[in-house]
């Protein structure tokens, strides 16, 4: 019952404001009391390495190579640390990080999860993520082909039990939402359709729960030319 338009639209509005992020955190945009928004200090290097690899994700990208976004990552990332701006991780293997304090909670706050308060929030909540989730399944659907010719995606249901599942036991785990998530277009991009791609990427997550210290050159200048492009 949404019109194709405001598919369209949600789509286009998540992939501005995740751009936006990408700008905030390169430093490139910053706060401004008098206009909301101004340009941050180029001369500082931690903006200048995210411009940096801004420019070399482009360029790999228009020359088709595959896995620009990553390769550009880790180019900026390796300018980072010869820069100084990125640190070298002290730790490959580190613990796995405890979710006492997030999973405990839920059993806290069951007692008020009935009050009129918290029903409002759940209400946003649902509305928030559903649109998100449909917006973003439907951009990702244009590009792979599942959407018909009546702009309708292909086994959507499944789509979308898959996606609030993962909304359900990512929030009693204590993380954010775990929702569906616009950044799989750059896999459409270089080819990846079965959901094959999905697999190996939680695989890959699932191992660097052991590996999290590596996670320390991956700083906001270098994620932010990801999520720009």
């Known amino acids: 019952s949404i019109p194709t338009s405001l598919k369209h639209a949600v789509g286009t509005g998540i992939g501005f404001f995740i751009a936006f992020l990408g700008f905030q955190n390169a430093g490139i945009i910053v706060n401004n009391d008098s ?6 200090d180029f001369t500082d290097f931690s ?17 088709k190579i595959p896995a620009a976004i990553f390769i550009g990552m880790v180019i900026t990332a390796i300018i980072g640390i010869f820069l100084g701006v990125v640190d070298l991780p002290q730790q490959v293997i580190a613990p796995i990080p405890s979710i006492s304090q997030t999973f405990g909670a839920l059993f806290e706050a069951l007692p008020t999860i009935f009050s009129k ?28 082909g599942f959407v018909n010719e009546k ?8 789509a979308l039990l898959a996606d609030s599942t993962a909304t359900v036991i990512g929030a009693i785990l204590g993380t954010s939402s775990t929702t569906s998530y616009v950044e799989s277009l750059a896999g459409v991009e270089v080819g990846a359709k079965t959901g094959l791609a999905s697999v190996f ?18 700083t906001p200048s270098v994620t932010a030319p990801a999520l720009i492009t």
Request: with cysteine.
């Open 35 to 40: 206009t909301l928004v101004g340009l941050g």
């Open 47 to 63: 903006v200048l390495i995210a411009i940096i690899g801004l420019v070399i994700t482009l360029i790999l990208m228009v020359r």
């Open 117 to 144: 308060d918290i029903i409002l929030v759940i209400f946003s909540f649902l509305f928030i993520d559903f649109f998100d989730t449909a917006g973003t399944l439907m951009a990702v659907g244009f590009r792979a």
């Open 151 to 158: 702009g309708e995606l292909l086994r959507a249901n499944k």
């Open 201 to 218: 990427t939680s695989i890959f997550f699932l191992l660097m729960l052991f590996c999290s210290g590596l996670l320390t050159v991956v």
